[in-house]
């Protein structure tokens, strides 16, 4: 069964701290991982898509890595916007449309 | 605003009364997702359609929830005989590329509570 567990569950960091979220997966054979902001009362919002091992991507004050067995999303100087959770979600490679697998999140609050 | 468009945004119900949520898709997306949420879980999947078909149904969908996406445009999800169990975000989303459907446009959802 596909799975995906983040860590921390909940992060605070200083304004301007740089830290790591940690997403770990295991997937009968990855097709994609994807990483997605939530805040409060809304619905996720896509931020980037992974294929493989050694891929990154930026955007902003994030980076996201990835690597055989997990994914990282690098936060650099963070800013109070910057508050909110972040979901990872992998995608396993089937002959049809698989949906998402979703991790529990990851609640960043980033304090002035 | 062309994003995706859920209706109503809160719902108040009693245990055992039927529920219907509506689900209006970034237009042309094909495709169709709806996702539940809890209270400190990620989104788990329900179903989705390409176009009026329903392809997928999770095994979290009991025989009480109903999904429909008539003429492949807007989508409803029916609760019937609500439990305290289904109070969750309902979230619908879309895509519009079969090869990249990963990048979900989500919708803000729809809140049941069951009292």
């Known amino acids: 069964e596909d799975q995906v567990t983040q860590s921390p569950e909940a992060l605070r960091l200083q304004e301007g701290e740089s830290s790591s979220l940690n997403c770990s997966y295991t997937v009968s054979g990855l097709r994609g991982l994807f990483w997605y902001r939530q805040d409060p009362g809304k619905g996720p919002e896509f931020l980037f898509t992974?294929?493989?091992a050694g891929e990154e991507k930026e955007k902003e004050r994030l980076k996201a890595t990835l690597t055989k067995k997990e994914s990282f999303l690098h936060i650099t100087a963070p800013k109070p916007e910057d508050s909110a959770t972040y979901l990872c979600a992998v995608q396993a490679w089937t002959s049809g449309n698989t949906p998402l697998v979703f991790g529990k999140g990851t609640r960043l609050s980033v304090i002035a | 605003d062309t994003g995706v468009s859920q209706n109503p945004r809160h719902k108040i119900t009693k245990r055992g009364q039927n529920v219907t949520f509506r689900c209006d898709p970034i237009?042309?997306?094909?495709?169709l997702y709806w996702y539940r949420q809890t209270l400190g879980q990620g989104p788990e999947f329900l179903t989705y359609?390409?176009?009026?078909?329903?392809?997928?149904k999770s095994r979290l969908l009991s025989d009480r929830f109903s999904a429909e996406r008539p003429k492949g445009s807007f989508s409803t999800l029916e609760i019937q005989r609500t439990e305290q169990g289904d109070s969750a975000m309902y979230l619908c989303?879309?895509?519009?590329?079969?090869?990249?459907?990963?990048?979900?446009?989500f919708g803000e959802g729809s809140r049941l509570t069951v009292l």
């Open positions: 992974l294929y493989s």
């Open positions: 237009s042309e997306h094909n495709r």
């Open positions: 989303a879309s895509s519009p590329r079969a090869e990249n459907t990963g990048e979900l446009f």
């Open positions: 359609f390409q176009n009026e078909a329903q392809l997928e």
